[in-house]
Protein backbone atom coordinates (compact mmCIF):
# COMPACT_ATOMS: atom_id res chain seq x y z
CA UNK A 1 0.00 0.00 0.00
CA UNK A 2 2.93 2.43 0.96
CA UNK A 3 5.34 1.82 -2.21
CA UNK A 4 1.72 1.92 -4.24
CA UNK A 5 0.60 5.62 -2.64
CA UNK A 6 4.67 6.82 -3.20
CA UNK A 7 4.55 5.76 -6.91
CA UNK A 8 1.33 7.43 -7.36
CA UNK A 9 2.65 10.56 -5.97
CA UNK A 10 5.87 10.20 -7.67
CA UNK A 11 4.21 10.10 -11.65
CA UNK A 12 1.26 12.86 -10.42
CA UNK A 13 4.10 14.93 -9.99
CA UNK A 14 6.87 13.25 -12.50
CA UNK A 15 5.20 11.75 -15.30
CA UNK A 16 3.64 13.19 -18.30
CA UNK A 17 0.92 11.81 -19.79
CA UNK A 18 1.14 9.03 -22.55
CA UNK A 19 5.03 9.76 -22.56
CA UNK A 20 6.81 9.11 -18.88
CA UNK A 21 4.85 7.09 -16.36
CA UNK A 22 6.12 6.01 -12.73
CA UNK A 23 5.29 2.56 -11.95
CA UNK A 24 6.10 0.09 -9.44
CA UNK A 25 8.91 -2.37 -11.06
CA UNK A 26 10.65 -5.36 -10.13
CA UNK A 27 10.75 -6.41 -6.44
CA UNK A 28 8.58 -3.33 -6.17
CA UNK A 29 10.67 -0.56 -6.84
CA UNK A 30 9.85 2.46 -8.33
CA UNK A 31 11.13 3.06 -12.30
CA UNK A 32 9.66 5.49 -14.81
CA UNK A 33 8.60 4.33 -18.07
CA UNK A 34 9.26 5.95 -21.25
CA UNK A 35 7.76 5.89 -24.65
CA UNK A 36 7.93 8.14 -27.42
CA UNK A 37 7.93 8.11 -31.53
CA UNK A 38 11.42 7.67 -31.52
CA UNK A 39 12.45 4.92 -29.08
CA UNK A 40 11.03 3.08 -25.50
CA UNK A 41 13.46 3.13 -21.98
CA UNK A 42 13.07 2.37 -18.37
CA UNK A 43 14.82 3.62 -15.27
CA UNK A 44 14.72 2.96 -11.70
CA UNK A 45 15.02 5.16 -8.88
CA UNK A 46 17.09 2.64 -7.09
CA UNK A 47 20.88 3.47 -8.17
CA UNK A 48 19.01 6.10 -10.76
CA UNK A 49 19.92 3.00 -13.28
CA UNK A 50 18.58 2.75 -16.46
CA UNK A 51 17.55 -1.19 -17.14
CA UNK A 52 16.17 -0.22 -20.55
CA UNK A 53 16.58 1.32 -24.18
CA UNK A 54 15.02 0.67 -27.56
CA UNK A 55 15.05 2.89 -30.22
CA UNK A 56 11.95 2.21 -32.36
CA UNK A 57 14.28 1.08 -35.40
CA UNK A 58 15.64 -1.50 -33.08
CA UNK A 59 15.80 -4.22 -30.53
CA UNK A 60 16.50 -3.59 -26.87
CA UNK A 61 20.29 -2.05 -26.50
CA UNK A 62 20.89 -2.99 -23.42
CA UNK A 63 21.76 -6.20 -21.27
CA UNK A 64 19.59 -7.12 -17.93
CA UNK A 65 20.31 -10.19 -16.18
CA UNK A 66 17.75 -13.14 -15.62
CA UNK A 67 19.15 -13.30 -12.27
CA UNK A 68 19.46 -9.85 -11.32
CA UNK A 69 18.37 -8.91 -7.86
CA UNK A 70 15.95 -6.32 -7.58
CA UNK A 71 16.13 -4.80 -3.88
CA UNK A 72 17.11 -1.52 -2.11
CA UNK A 73 20.51 -3.03 -0.72
CA UNK A 74 22.08 -4.52 -4.11
CA UNK A 75 22.84 -3.34 -7.48
CA UNK A 76 20.60 -4.33 -10.51
CA UNK A 77 22.65 -6.42 -12.73
CA UNK A 78 22.59 -5.35 -15.69
CA UNK A 79 21.59 -1.74 -17.93
CA UNK A 80 23.85 0.91 -16.43
CA UNK A 81 25.05 1.27 -13.07
CA UNK A 82 26.46 4.08 -11.86
CA UNK A 83 30.17 3.58 -10.31
CA UNK A 84 30.83 6.52 -8.34
CA UNK A 85 33.17 7.84 -6.04
CA UNK A 86 36.14 5.00 -6.43
CA UNK A 87 35.64 2.10 -9.20
CA UNK A 88 35.86 -1.48 -7.97
CA UNK A 89 37.23 -1.70 -4.16
CA UNK A 90 37.79 1.36 -2.09
CA UNK A 91 41.33 1.69 -1.59
CA UNK A 92 42.00 0.53 1.92
CA UNK A 93 39.13 0.11 2.68
CA UNK A 94 37.88 -3.44 2.64
CA UNK A 95 34.34 -3.35 3.56
CA UNK A 96 33.39 -0.44 1.68
CA UNK A 97 30.73 -1.12 -1.48
CA UNK A 98 32.25 -2.06 -4.49
CA UNK A 99 31.93 0.48 -7.44
CA UNK A 100 30.54 2.79 -4.67
CA UNK A 101 27.61 3.72 -2.82
CA UNK A 102 25.71 5.34 -5.47
CA UNK A 103 24.20 2.09 -7.46
CA UNK A 104 22.66 1.03 -4.39
CA UNK A 105 21.46 4.18 -3.20
CA UNK A 106 17.49 5.95 -3.99
CA UNK A 107 17.63 8.80 -6.07
CA UNK A 108 15.37 11.85 -6.26
CA UNK A 109 13.39 13.31 -9.93
CA UNK A 110 13.13 16.08 -11.11
CA UNK A 111 11.12 17.26 -13.72
CA UNK A 112 10.74 15.28 -16.77
CA UNK A 113 11.21 17.58 -20.45
CA UNK A 114 10.09 15.68 -23.38
CA UNK A 115 10.70 17.87 -26.61
CA UNK A 116 8.75 15.77 -29.33
CA UNK A 117 10.45 12.89 -29.72
CA UNK A 118 12.88 12.63 -26.62
CA UNK A 119 12.46 12.17 -23.02
CA UNK A 120 15.06 13.90 -20.83
CA UNK A 121 14.75 12.07 -16.98
CA UNK A 122 16.64 13.53 -14.53
CA UNK A 123 17.08 12.65 -11.06
CA UNK A 124 19.64 13.97 -7.92
CA UNK A 125 21.54 12.64 -5.08
CA UNK A 126 23.72 13.86 -2.42
CA UNK A 127 26.08 13.46 0.21
CA UNK A 128 24.27 12.81 3.48
CA UNK A 129 24.73 10.58 6.42
CA UNK A 130 24.80 7.41 5.09
CA UNK A 131 28.18 8.49 2.61
CA UNK A 132 29.39 10.41 5.02
CA UNK A 133 30.13 6.80 6.34
CA UNK A 134 32.22 6.02 3.55
CA UNK A 135 33.52 9.20 2.41
CA UNK A 136 33.80 12.51 3.85
CA UNK A 137 33.07 14.37 1.01
CA UNK A 138 30.30 17.32 0.75
CA UNK A 139 28.64 16.45 -3.10
CA UNK A 140 25.81 16.67 -5.30
CA UNK A 141 25.39 14.10 -8.23
CA UNK A 142 22.87 14.97 -11.30
CA UNK A 143 21.97 12.31 -13.43
CA UNK A 144 20.13 13.64 -16.60
CA UNK A 145 19.40 10.66 -19.51
CA UNK A 146 17.52 11.61 -22.85
CA UNK A 147 15.87 8.19 -24.08
CA UNK A 148 15.23 9.38 -28.40
CA UNK A 149 16.77 7.87 -31.64
CA UNK A 150 19.98 7.73 -29.08
CA UNK A 151 20.44 7.58 -25.87
CA UNK A 152 22.36 10.18 -24.26
CA UNK A 153 24.24 9.70 -20.41
CA UNK A 154 25.42 12.58 -18.59
CA UNK A 155 26.90 12.72 -15.30
CA UNK A 156 27.19 16.06 -13.57
CA UNK A 157 28.96 16.61 -10.06
CA UNK A 158 29.13 19.44 -8.11
CA UNK A 159 31.77 19.97 -5.40
CA UNK A 160 29.18 21.39 -2.30
CA UNK A 161 32.32 21.32 0.11
CA UNK A 162 34.88 23.49 1.24
CA UNK A 163 37.59 21.20 0.59
CA UNK A 164 38.54 19.75 -3.20
CA UNK A 165 37.74 16.40 -3.83
CA UNK A 166 39.07 13.58 -6.24
CA UNK A 167 36.81 10.78 -6.91
CA UNK A 168 36.23 7.71 -9.84
CA UNK A 169 33.45 7.77 -12.11
CA UNK A 170 32.09 4.93 -14.54
CA UNK A 171 28.72 4.47 -16.51
CA UNK A 172 29.08 0.57 -16.48
CA UNK A 173 26.68 -0.03 -19.39
CA UNK A 174 25.96 -3.51 -20.55
CA UNK A 175 25.73 -3.99 -23.98
CA UNK A 176 23.39 -6.86 -24.88
CA UNK A 177 25.07 -8.91 -28.27
CA UNK A 178 24.48 -11.73 -29.98
CA UNK A 179 26.89 -13.72 -28.98
CA UNK A 180 30.16 -12.20 -27.12
CA UNK A 181 32.76 -14.20 -28.96
CA UNK A 182 32.21 -13.08 -32.04
CA UNK A 183 32.15 -9.54 -31.02
CA UNK A 184 34.48 -7.01 -32.62
CA UNK A 185 35.43 -3.42 -30.17
CA UNK A 186 37.26 -1.05 -32.28
CA UNK A 187 38.67 2.26 -31.97
CA UNK A 188 41.35 1.48 -29.27
CA UNK A 189 44.40 -0.36 -31.52
CA UNK A 190 47.50 0.82 -30.06
CA UNK A 191 46.54 2.02 -27.07
CA UNK A 192 47.62 1.08 -23.57
CA UNK A 193 45.61 -0.40 -21.07
CA UNK A 194 45.70 -1.74 -17.39
CA UNK A 195 44.80 -5.41 -17.53
CA UNK A 196 42.98 -6.38 -13.70
CA UNK A 197 43.50 -10.27 -14.86
CA UNK A 198 47.15 -9.88 -15.31
CA UNK A 199 48.09 -7.69 -11.80
CA UNK A 200 47.13 -4.37 -13.29
CA UNK A 201 50.12 -4.93 -15.66
CA UNK A 202 49.84 -1.83 -18.57
CA UNK A 203 49.72 -3.43 -21.91
CA UNK A 204 48.86 -2.06 -25.51
CA UNK A 205 45.98 -3.49 -27.38
CA UNK A 206 46.98 -4.95 -30.74
CA UNK A 207 43.97 -4.33 -33.85
CA UNK A 208 40.54 -4.08 -32.53
CA UNK A 209 39.49 -6.16 -29.25
CA UNK A 210 37.98 -9.80 -29.31
CA UNK A 211 36.66 -11.70 -26.44
CA UNK A 212 37.88 -15.20 -25.78
CA UNK A 213 38.81 -15.11 -22.37
CA UNK A 214 38.12 -13.25 -18.76
CA UNK A 215 38.27 -9.58 -19.90
CA UNK A 216 38.99 -6.58 -17.38
CA UNK A 217 40.56 -3.56 -19.00
CA UNK A 218 41.29 -0.01 -18.09
CA UNK A 219 41.91 1.90 -21.61
CA UNK A 220 43.75 4.76 -21.33
CA UNK A 221 43.58 7.98 -22.69
CA UNK A 222 40.52 7.11 -24.64
CA UNK A 223 38.30 10.49 -25.44
CA UNK A 224 37.27 8.92 -29.05
CA UNK A 225 34.50 7.64 -30.36
CA UNK A 226 34.24 3.34 -30.09
CA UNK A 227 32.03 1.33 -31.65
CA UNK A 228 30.66 -2.47 -30.91
CA UNK A 229 30.34 -4.45 -34.09
CA UNK A 230 27.82 -7.46 -33.10
CA UNK A 231 27.68 -9.60 -36.33
CA UNK A 232 25.09 -12.11 -34.61
CA UNK A 233 22.55 -9.17 -33.84
CA UNK A 234 22.83 -7.30 -37.29
CA UNK A 235 23.95 -4.28 -35.67
CA UNK A 236 26.79 -1.88 -35.03
CA UNK A 237 26.61 0.45 -31.66
CA UNK A 238 28.67 3.76 -31.36
CA UNK A 239 29.67 5.28 -28.27
CA UNK A 240 30.82 8.86 -28.21
CA UNK A 241 32.06 11.01 -25.12
CA UNK A 242 32.51 13.56 -23.48
CA UNK A 243 35.27 14.60 -19.96
CA UNK A 244 36.06 10.98 -20.16
CA UNK A 245 39.31 10.07 -20.51
CA UNK A 246 39.43 6.25 -19.67
CA UNK A 247 37.33 2.93 -21.50
CA UNK A 248 37.04 -0.02 -19.25
CA UNK A 249 35.69 -3.39 -20.94
CA UNK A 250 34.95 -6.08 -19.16
CA UNK A 251 33.47 -9.77 -19.53
CA UNK A 252 33.44 -12.27 -16.77
CA UNK A 253 33.71 -15.32 -19.01
CA UNK A 254 32.73 -18.99 -17.82
CA UNK A 255 34.19 -19.24 -14.81
CA UNK A 256 33.53 -15.68 -13.10
CA UNK A 257 30.20 -15.74 -14.36
CA UNK A 258 29.73 -19.18 -12.56
CA UNK A 259 30.14 -17.44 -9.68
CA UNK A 260 28.08 -14.84 -9.76
CA UNK A 261 24.56 -15.33 -8.02
CA UNK A 262 22.69 -12.73 -10.00
CA UNK A 263 23.68 -13.80 -13.61
CA UNK A 264 21.88 -15.94 -15.14
CA UNK A 265 23.23 -19.82 -16.90
CA UNK A 266 24.87 -18.96 -19.94
CA UNK A 267 24.47 -15.39 -19.98
CA UNK A 268 28.13 -14.42 -19.91
CA UNK A 269 27.44 -14.62 -23.75
CA UNK A 270 25.52 -12.19 -24.05
CA UNK A 271 26.41 -9.37 -22.76
CA UNK A 272 29.84 -6.80 -22.84
CA UNK A 273 30.63 -4.33 -20.50
CA UNK A 274 32.01 -0.95 -22.32
CA UNK A 275 32.39 2.15 -19.76
CA UNK A 276 32.46 5.08 -20.33
CA UNK A 277 34.63 6.46 -17.18
CA UNK A 278 37.62 8.36 -15.67
CA UNK A 279 39.02 5.90 -13.20
CA UNK A 280 42.32 4.71 -11.99
CA UNK A 281 45.23 7.17 -12.23
CA UNK A 282 42.83 9.72 -14.44
CA UNK A 283 40.30 10.01 -11.72
CA UNK A 284 38.86 13.49 -11.86
CA UNK A 285 40.28 16.65 -9.05
CA UNK A 286 37.77 19.03 -8.53
CA UNK A 287 37.62 22.11 -6.28
CA UNK A 288 35.01 23.58 -4.52
CA UNK A 289 31.88 25.04 -6.05
CA UNK A 290 33.51 23.32 -9.48
CA UNK A 291 31.01 20.89 -11.39
CA UNK A 292 32.67 18.39 -13.63
CA UNK A 293 30.04 16.59 -16.58
CA UNK A 294 30.36 13.43 -18.06
CA UNK A 295 28.64 12.67 -21.13
CA UNK A 296 28.14 9.45 -23.68
CA UNK A 297 25.90 9.30 -26.38
CA UNK A 298 25.03 5.96 -27.88
CA UNK A 299 24.05 4.96 -31.07
CA UNK A 300 22.35 2.07 -32.39
CA UNK A 301 22.65 0.46 -36.61
CA UNK A 302 22.30 -2.21 -38.55
CA UNK A 303 25.37 -4.04 -39.92
C1 LIG B 1 33.91 -4.13 -13.91
C2 LIG B 1 35.23 -4.31 -13.18
O1 LIG B 1 33.75 -2.81 -14.28
O2 LIG B 1 32.85 -4.52 -13.02
C3 LIG B 1 35.37 -5.75 -12.77
O3 LIG B 1 36.31 -3.89 -14.00
C4 LIG B 1 34.17 -6.18 -11.92
O4 LIG B 1 36.58 -5.94 -12.08
C5 LIG B 1 32.89 -5.87 -12.70
O5 LIG B 1 34.25 -7.57 -11.65
C6 LIG B 1 31.61 -6.23 -11.95
O6 LIG B 1 31.58 -5.65 -10.71
P1 LIG B 1 30.36 -5.91 -9.73
O7 LIG B 1 30.75 -5.23 -8.43
O8 LIG B 1 29.15 -5.28 -10.35
O9 LIG B 1 30.21 -7.41 -9.60
Not at 282 to 287: I, R, S
Request: aromatic share 8%; hydrophobic share 40%; with cysteine.
Amino acid sequence: MGVVATVAELDRQFGIPNIAKVVEGNGGLPKIVVTTAAASGEMYLHGAHVTSWKPTSADEVLFVSSKSRWDDSHAIRGGVPICFPWFGDKAGDPKAPAHGFVRAKPWQLEPTAHDGTAVTVSMFTESDDSTKKWWSADFRLVYRVTFGSELVLELMLTNTGALPLRFEEALHTYHRVGDVTRILVRGLDGFQYLDKTDSLREKTQQGDITINSETDRVYLNTQHPLELEDPALHRRTRIAKENSSTTVIWNPWIQKAAAMADLGDGEWKQMICIETSNVSGLAVELGPGQQHNMKATIQVAGL
